[in-house]
Every structure is written in structure tokens, then in C-alpha cells.
């Protein structure tokens, strides 16, 4: 039902913007006189405030209704049953709405029918109110822009003004989600805190973390938290990931923008951005069941033992998943350099190489510094890879030949793991916290980087 | 100051399927200032480009025929374009300075060429190149400026100082004052006139009347033929073809 007026609004409001767009037609040629705004303005005028105020109507009356509902219910229930607590009220209250409904309830008694038959007369007023009164705010609405329609109705500019709300609207609803979810962040956070009595130090550069082991709920062993083996790990595997992926990247768009034909250009771009299209579980398991054998095997044939589950396989598998979007930046960038740049090089009698190495590369420096950045950030928030290729035991080493692990990792393990999510979060939390802290940072110090190169340059 | 100094001959250009330069033979002398003119499309600028073998970058482009400087085909295998074009220097339509410094700009060709064994030879360089390029006393008390920080004439008289500074023995000019004011473009012609003394000087214009005021030689070209080449003023004053005349005196272009 609710669903059906759901969609009966928008279908009620393309029927007003035709009748509207007709008045105003029939209006202006009645009268022979020129409407102030077009007539599908005023169509849109009363689609717009058709959309608001039925969708509105419905959006209010579904909400409150259902509170009022539950809450009238759930005094009953609890008048019926005084001793027991709010979790036996809102079994009773379900085991009703089940019956109401005709579904299985986990119980059938005298209240629960009472209460089901209650529910089924409220809901159904609910449900006939709600249509009542959508359909009637939609017909009124219409009815009275109807009404409004005149030679001089500046339609035109009351609907632009409503879309440019309704744009500002979702504007806000972005920036919103953003500041919910930061400070959702730093709420956990500081609970965490709390829990480990604010000895960040410890946190901060301890060396040992395995934050859910003999600890009760909501508690926390400040020396069992520190995340130094955590991101010891993400640097390394960040670090191998760049050192596979700067060069190829770089290189590959060197060659493609200065060098390949056409011919090659048309078919190597498009094959390298199918890497970017990999989802990155495939990449993971092909550092698992490919790469790491592979190289634990070479290790074996040099002498060298290398654990088949290492943040070598790891970051080079990560590197290479970051390779399209270095080249394919840079080779924009690149791209970019205006021709006569080269020209004027080359026609100094410089060599191509000594043309791109001098003018091609230090013009696009900028962008090629924040192709690196975002490399760099997609591989400190890279989790599926490192959680298949790298470990999950955070093992403080600095030989990336061995197992370790990465924040993101543990994050998952955290979520996952069959810890109960309350005392789980709190770690979990935090984590994310700090990582992103730390891309921001980056993330700053990138543009930082990138403002002061185009200052010296343009 | 009749020496050839760059001889052309039956030189043919294509882009693609496109004739763009046809059959054109001409001997250009050296310490002369000589000017392409033509309507737009005609060829001059490609046929300028072919002097530094700067159409080379362009794929699809073809030349054909011999184009001998001092003697030698610089189309010839053996010639390499980069060593060419440090013989051959050139100026283009929009000025082009390096997003470096002034002082980098003009010492990019020779660091390249490896023309100084020193610092101070090269500021040696440097301020000479500046100077004959005319904006040393605008540039000095400021080097470490960046190029492209300069106005428009300042940018285009630095990448003439560019190019002088590598010591070419032929200067190409694409329409180098195309996108100056008058008072910039008196600045470079006065200093094209300069440069006479110790170049060939090939410059490509739209202007008739830059072309008289500073050329002792006219090549016209129409629809990739060269149709005439002679003394500027008997160019402009008692032109042999009717093209000419009728170009000259603004009946087609």
C-alpha cells in the first residue's frame, strides 16, 4: 500500500504538470496575451510542489504512525505484564504482529491475540489514513496551482528556485553523511580511549597488538594494543606496492604518450585500464594460489626461505593493480604538456629523451605527484589482497619476505571474527580512525606538494 | 653576400594523401633575411619545418626531394636531426619558453651541447644571448623568475635568445610576431635585423608589410607551389606572376 502511493505521487504529479502546461496554454492563447514564463514552467511548477507535498505527506504519516503504533502497543503489553522487562514486551509485541499477519509466532496466548487484533484494526487505520491523506494532500496541492495559474505567475522562477533547493538539499545530505560518519569515528574512538585510560603512548607505539585476547567485555589491555606491527606492515606493503607501481606506471606512460604510434596506443590504453577493472578478490587470490607460491618456490631454488604467505607477494600483487591508475593519470598529464613545449626542445637539438626528461616531465611533475598520492592511498586502504596474501598475525618485521599484517587487515578480523561486535568495535573503530587521519594528512601534503610546484611553474 | 646557404630542390611534401608542398626549388643566401609569404595553407610553414627536419615528429608526414645546407642533404642517412637542429635554430608563432627560469631557458641548448666547461662560461653565454636577443636589461636583475612569467614580446625575444644561444648558422621564424602588439613586434623585427649580420634568417609571416620592412628576399607561395622568389622590393613593386600581383595587391588570400 505504501508502496503504491510511493509511486501514485510522482504519476499524480506528471498528470499535473500536463493539466497545468494546458491551462497556461489555453490561458495565453484565450487572453492572446504573452505568459510571463514558458507553459511547461508551469507544468513544473505544480509537478514540483505535486512530488513535495506527496511524498512529504506520506514520508511523516509512515513514520509517525508506526511510532504511534509501537508505542500504544507496547504500553498495553506492558500494563499486561508489569514484571517483565522491554525485551519480553517486544517479543510479545512481534509474536502479535506475526499473528496479525497470519505468520508463525514463537508463541499464542490470550494477550497476544488481543494485541494482534489491536494491531490489525490500528495498522489498517494507519494504512487507509495514510492513502486519505496523501491522495488528498496530492489533489489539493494540484488543485491549488491550478488555481494560481495566471498571465503573470512567475512559474519560472518559483520551480528553478525549488530545484536549486532540492539541489542544496542533497548538497547537504553528502557533506551530512561525511560529518556523521567522522564523528561516529572519534565517538567510538574515544570510548576506546577511555577503556585504555587515555595511554595513548601505549597505543601508539606499542608493539604488541592482539587487543581481544583475555580481556572481558568493554574492557581493554592498554599493553596489548599498540599499533606499531600494524602499520609497520601497511608501510612495507604500501612501499613494495609503490616501488612496483611508480616505475611501471611512469614508464609505461612515458612510452605511451611520447613514443608508441597510434596503432599501439589504441590497443595498450584500453588493455592497461582493464587492469583497473579487476575487482580486487581476483587479485588477491592470484597473490595466493599464483604469486606466492611462485616466489616461495624461488626463494627455495636461491636458498632463500620465503613464507608463502609474505607482504612481497603481497605488495607486488598490490602494485600491479595499482599500475593503471599511475599510467593512465600520468599519461594525461603527460598528454597535456602542450606540443610546443617539445617543439621548442627539440628544436634546440635536444634528443627526445633529454626533451622528456627536461621540459616533459618537470611541466607535468604536479600531476604526476598526485597520481602517485592517490597510488599510494588505494594502497593503504587496499584490504582484500593483504588479507589473503599477507597474514593476519601481527608480526613486527622488517623482512618483507615474512608474514605480516596491515591495519585494514585487522579491521576485518575485528569485524568478522566471532567476537561479540560491542567489544570488538572499539578497536575496530579506532583503527579506521587513524587511517584516516593519516591518508588525510597525506592527502594534504600532496596538495601542499602539488600547490607549491605550480606556483614556481605558471 | 650571394653565398647559398640552404639549396632546395624539387621538394615535395606529403601529409598522408595530402600534396602539401610541390616541386619547390629555391636557393636561400646566407646573412639575408628571407620571407614566406602566402595565403594560409599554402605550404610556408611546412616548408619551413622541413629546414630543421621538424616534421619528422609528425608521422604521417613524407618529404621528398633534396634540401642541401653548406653542401650537405640534411635528409641524407647519415645526418642526425638532432645535430641538424642545433645548426638550425627556430622561433615559433606562439612563444614557448620553458616552464623554468630565464636563466634555464637560455641555457638549456647549450648545457645540451655541452658548450661551456663552467658556470661562469655559461652565464657567459647566457647574458651574450640576452643581450643580442635584446631583453638583457629587462631580464637581468631577475633571472630566476620564471619564463612564462614574462609578457608576451619579453617571452617571444627570450626564445629568440634560446635559439641564438646554441650558436645556429640558420634562424627559422614562424611567423614569430603573430601574436605580439606593435610595439613588441617593432622590438623583434629591429632585432631580426641584427640578426642578419650573423645568420640566414627564414621567416614565415602573414603581415605584407613585416615581410617588405624587414626581408632583402620574398618567396610566395599559393597552394603548395613556390610562384615566385626574387629581391623583396621588385616582389612588391613589379611582380613577374599575376598571383603575386593579386595577393600583394589583396585579391586573394
Redo the contacts between chains.
Keep these: 500500500m505504501i508502496f503504491a502511493l510511493f509511486v501514485f505521487v510522482p504519476v499524480a504529479a506528471i498528470v499535473a504538470f500536463y493539466v497545468s502546461q494546458q491551462h497556461a496554454n489555453a490561458l495565453s492563447s484565450a487572453t492572446g496575451q504573452r505568459l510571463h514564463s514558458r507553459p511547461q514552467h508551469h507544468g513544473m511548477h505544480s509537478m514540483l510542489w505535486v512530488m513535495l507535498a506527496g511524498w512529504g505527506v506520506l514520508l511523516v504519516l509512515t513514520v509517525l504512525g508506526e511510532t504511534l503504533i509501537h508505542r500504544t502497543l507496547i504500553g498495553r503489553v506492558s500494563d499486561a505484564l508489569p514484571d517483565d522487562g522491554p525485551l519480553q514486551w517486544n517479543l510479545v509485541l512481534s509474536d502479535a504482529r506475526s499473528i496479525a499477519q497470519g505468520t508463525v509466532a514463537s508463541s499464542t496466548d490470550m494477550l497476544r491475540e488481543q494485541i494482534a487484533s489491536s494491531f490489525s484494526w490500528m495498522n489498517a487505520t494507519r494504512l487507509w489514513g495514510t492513502a486519505l491523506a496523501t491522495i488528498g494532500a496530492v489533489a489539493a496541492v494540484a488543485w491549488w496551482t491550478y488555481q494560481q495559474i495566471t498571465i503573470e505567475l512567475r512559474a519560472r522562477i518559483y520551480a528553478e528556485n525549488m530545484i536549486r533547493r532540492g539541489l542544496a538539499v542533497m548538497a547537504t545530505v553528502a557533506v551530512l553523511t561525511t560529518i556523521g560518519i567522522v564523528l561516529s569515528l572519534i565517538f567510538e574512538t574515544v570510548r576506546f580511549f577511555d577503556a585504555i585510560d587515555w595511554q595513548l603512548h601505549k597505543f601508539l607505539f606499542g608493539t604488541t597488538w592482539s587487543p581481544l585476547s583475555g580481556v572481558f567485555e568493554g574492557e581493554m589491555d592498554a599493553d596489548k594494543v599498540g599499533i606499531v606491527p600494524l602499520f609497520a606492515g601497511t608501510l612495507m606493503i604500501t612501499l613494495i606496492a609503490m616501488l612496483v607501481a611508480v616505475p611501471i606506471g611512469l614508464f609505461a606512460a612515458i612510452y605511451l604518450s611520447d613514443f608508441a604510434n597510434q596503432r599501439v596506443r589504441a590497443v595498450v590504453k584500453p588493455v592497461m585500464e582493464l587492469l583497473a577493472g579487476i575487482p580486487t578478490v581476483v587479485y588477491g587470490f592470484f597473490a595466493v594460489i599464483t604469486v606466492a607460491p611462485l616466489l616461495r618456490d624461488a626463494g627455495k631454488a636461491i636458498g632463500v626461505p620465503i613464507a608463502s604467505e609474505s607482504a612481497l607477494a603481497a605488495g607486488m600483487v598490490m602494485g600491479i593493480m595499482i599500475i593503471p591508475f599511475i599510467s593512465s593519470l600520468s599519461d594525461d598529464v603527460i598528454n597535456s604538456v602542450p606540443q610546443s613545449l617539445r617543439d621548442g626542445s627539440l628544436s634546440l637539438g635536444a634528443t627526445k629523451a633529454e626533451t622528456i626528461r627536461q621540459v616533459v616531465l618537470p611541466a607535468a611533475l604536479p600531476g604526476i605527484v598526485s597520481a602517485i598520492v592517490l597510488g599510494v592511498s588505494k594502497a593503504i586502504g587496499e584490504t582484500m589482497i593483504v588479507v589473503m596474501a599477507a597474514g593476519q598475525g601481527p608480526n613486527l618485521t622488517g623482512n618483507p619476505l615474512e608474514a605480516m599484517t596491515t591495519v585494514t587487515v585487522q579491521i576485518v578480523a575485528l569485524i568478522t571474527g566471532d567476537i561479540e561486535a560491542k567489544t570488538a568495535a572499539g578497536p575496530a573503530f579506532t583503527l579506521g580512525f587513524t587511517l584516516f587521519v593519516m591518508t588525510l594528512l597525506m592527502n594534504m601534503l600532496a596538495q601542499r606538494l602539488v600547490a607549491r610546484f605550480r606556483e614556481a611553474y605558471d | 653576400m650571394t653565398d647559398v646557404k640552404i639549396k632546395a630542390k624539387d621538394v615535395q611534401v606529403y601529409y598522408g594523401d595530402n600534396h602539401a608542398i610541390k616541386d619547390v626549388s629555391v636557393e636561400i643566401e646566407n646573412n639575408t633575411v628571407t620571407a614566406f609569404i602566402g595565403p594560409s595553407g599554402c605550404g610556408k610553414s611546412t616548408f619551413l619545418r622541413c629546414i630543421?627536419r621538424?616534421n619528422d615528429?609528425i608521422?604521417v608526414c613524407r618529404v621528398e626531394g633534396d634540401i642541401l645546407i653548406d653542401g650537405e642533404d640534411i635528409y641524407d642517412k647519415r645526418i642526425d636531426p638532432?645535430?641538424?637542429?642545433?645548426?638550425v635554430?627556430?622561433v615559433?608563432q606562439?612563444p614557448?619558453?620553458?616552464?623554468?627560469s630565464i636563466y634555464d631557458n637560455v641555457a638549456?641548448?647549450p648545457k645540451?651541447?655541452g658548450m661551456s666547461r663552467n658556470k661562469a662560461e655559461l652565464d657567459d653565454i647566457v647574458e651574450r644571448a640576452l643581450r643580442r636577443g635584446a631583453i638583457w636589461d629587462e631580464v637581468k636583475d631577475r633571472l630566476d623568475a620564471?619564463g612564462?612569467g614574462l609578457s608576451g614580446g619579453q617571452q617571444q625575444r627570450l626564445?629568440i635568445a634560446?635559439?641564438i644561444a646554441?650558436e645556429p648558422e640558420v634562424l627559422l621564424m614562424d611567423e614569430p610576431c603573430s601574436a605580439l602588439d606593435p610595439i613588441a613586434t617593432a622590438q623583434v623585427e629591429e632585432l631580426i635585423d641584427e640578426l642578419r649580420q650573423n645568420y640566414a634568417v627564414v621567416i614565415v609571416t602573414h603581415s605584407m608589410q613585416q615581410a617588405a620592412r624587414v626581408s632583402q628576399k620574398t618567396a610566395f607561395f599559393h597552394l603548395g607551389n613556390l610562384v615566385e622568389y626574387g629581391d623583396t622590393p621588385k616582389i612588391f613593386t613589379n611582380p613577374e606572376d599575376s598571383r603575386t600581383e593579386s595577393y600583394i595587391t589583396g585579391r586573394i588570400g
Design positions: 630543421n621538424m615528429t608521422d638532432v645535430q641538424l637542429r642545433a645548426k635554430g627556430m615559433f606562439k614557448n619558453p620553458f616552464p623554468k638549456y641548448g645540451i651541447h620564471p612564462t626564445c634560446r635559439a646554441t
